[in-house]
């Protein structure tokens, strides 16, 4: 695997004070590494579209390094070397077609019987193929709160074969310490599995292979491609014997993507670094500004100080990503109202794309979790999660400030829980002074 030993220069700012200094050479390396030239006879520099499904041999079992494109193709295999690359992994075998095929894949690897110990709050899907599917083909799948070890040394059995953790959490953003999990699940039984998913984190701000993970997966629908038009997973680890396990399986089972797909994914990579930054000083504004609000009741974003896991963040990541969730007050009413009148924010689903998106996750992205199961977890009528995009900050900030005010000026019998309209209006401003004036952005204030 190549790699390059060029320095590279780390954010510095107050952003960044306290994490983990960046990856060397990422932004190099996602540019560089899989697309060198030289692999093509026409040595085109940007690796172009290979559609064919087969290849040529030279004789019989005697091929060039792909024979089927299910097998292998090399604009996927661009791809696969790019990402293993930003992972600081051996191997990413492979792409999927969609992220859920990757939770698929990996779980073929058990056999009825097996244990899956899965932490609690996860993607709605995940949570949805555990429950309705693998523990229906006869998975024993349990679920603890992993940022408590203690819980999750308890939920391990004599059966646990895989342990799946996402950090941080969607959509309650829980941060799960990686390195005190896989030591704990590895000193239990050395061959259980611990796979991460780093959807929310993306590979420029948080590399779960070297806190000692056996896995890290993707959907690369989000953070990794950037630009919501790609449904990908990907899959990235440093055993071998796990990387013959998951390409036999990828074969086998077939959920490969298109080229196309791969190519676009490629191309995202290349801007990945730069994106994730804006993501993180954009989302960074905004939770400072919903924080400061007298109509939010809580927001979490592992940024801020106020996050119960704040240092474990720090600790582990080298930065944070652009997802925030907070509980507006009052009822599903109100919560409702506020995405209705978002104006930027799309109300949509996904997240991690250029874009700025709103969501209600008990609505949404989570309906398919039993209601009970999200009231234990927070996920109540009052939550909200946003994808905090590239746009400007301080229309992201103007555009929350006004859904905001429609949603109290619709529900007017809600006013007596708030500051007076006057004293609204000097919170605003101290805001902007003290979060806006070092970063020389301003945006009109309307009496």
């Not at 993607?123 to 203690?150: H, K, M, W």
Request: aromatic residues 10%.
């Amino acid at each position: 695997q190549q790699r390059f030993s060029f320095s590279s220069v780390a954010p510095q700012n107050d952003l960044y004070s306290g994490f983990r200094t960046a990856f060397k050479s990422f932004a190099t390396e996602a540019i560089h590494v899989g697309q060198e030239p030289e692999q093509w006879k026409s040595m085109a520099v940007v690796p172009p579209i290979s559609l064919s499904t087969t290849f040529k041999q030279n004789a019989p079992g005697n091929h060039a390094g792909f024979e089927y494109s299910r097998s292998g193709n090399p604009t996927r295999n661009c791809l696969e070397k790019a990402v293993a690359a930003l992972d600081g992994a051996k191997y990413c075998k492979s792409a999927f077609g969609v992220g859920d095929y990757a939770t698929v894949t990996i779980t073929h690897m058990l056999k009825s019987g097996d244990g899956i110990v899965c932490m609690d709050d996860v993607y709605g899907g995940t949570n949805r193929y555990f429950q309705r599917i693998a523990a229906e083909v006869g998975l024993d799948v349990s679920f603890a709160d992993c940022t408590q070890p203690e819980l999750l040394k308890a939920a391990l059995k004599a059966n646990t074969k895989l342990v799946w953790i996402e950090t941080p959490t969607n959509p309650t953003m829980k941060v799960v310490d990686i390195k005190a999990c896989s030591d704990l699940v590895h000193e239990h039984n050395k061959d259980i599995v611990v796979v991460v998913d780093n959807t929310f984190m993306s590979a420029y701000f948080q590399r779960p292979l070297a806190l000692g993970a056996d896995i890290c997966m993707y959907s690369a629908t989000k953070y990794m491609n950037g630009h919501s038009d790609v449904v990908m997973g990907l899959v990235s680890v440093n055993r071998e014997d796990l990387y013959e396990r998951l390409k036999f399986l990828q074969n086998a089972l077939g959920g490969v993507p298109s080229p196309f797909d791969c190519y676009l994914c490629n191309r995202g990579l290349k801007t990945l670094h730069l994106r994730m930054e804006r993501h993180y000083k954009n989302a960074m504004a905004a939770a400072k500004f919903l924080e400061a609000d007298p109509r939010v009741e809580r927001v979490i974003f592992p940024g801020l100080p106020s996050h119960p896991h704040y240092d474990v963040m720090r600790k582990q990541c080298t930065g944070c990503p652009g997802m925030i969730t907070f509980y507006i007050k009052g009822k599903l009413e109100h919560a409702t109202t506020f995405l209705s009148n978002l104006k930027l924010f799309a109300v949509a689903e996904s997240l991690g794309g250029y874009e700025s998106l709103a969501e209600h996750p008990a609505i949404m992205t989570h309906a398919s979790v039993p209601e009970n199961e999200r009231r234990v977890l927070g996920i109540s009528d009052t939550l909200i999660r946003l994808s905090v995009g590239l746009e400007d900050e301080a229309d992201i900030i103007e555009d929350l400030e006004q859904a905001l005010a429609a949603t109290v000026s619709t529900h007017n019998h809600w006013h007596h829980q708030f500051l007076s309209s006057q004293q609204l209006l000097l919170q605003r401003r101290l805001w902007q002074t003290t979060v806006l004036k070092s970063q020389n952005i301003f945006f009109p204030i309307k009496t």
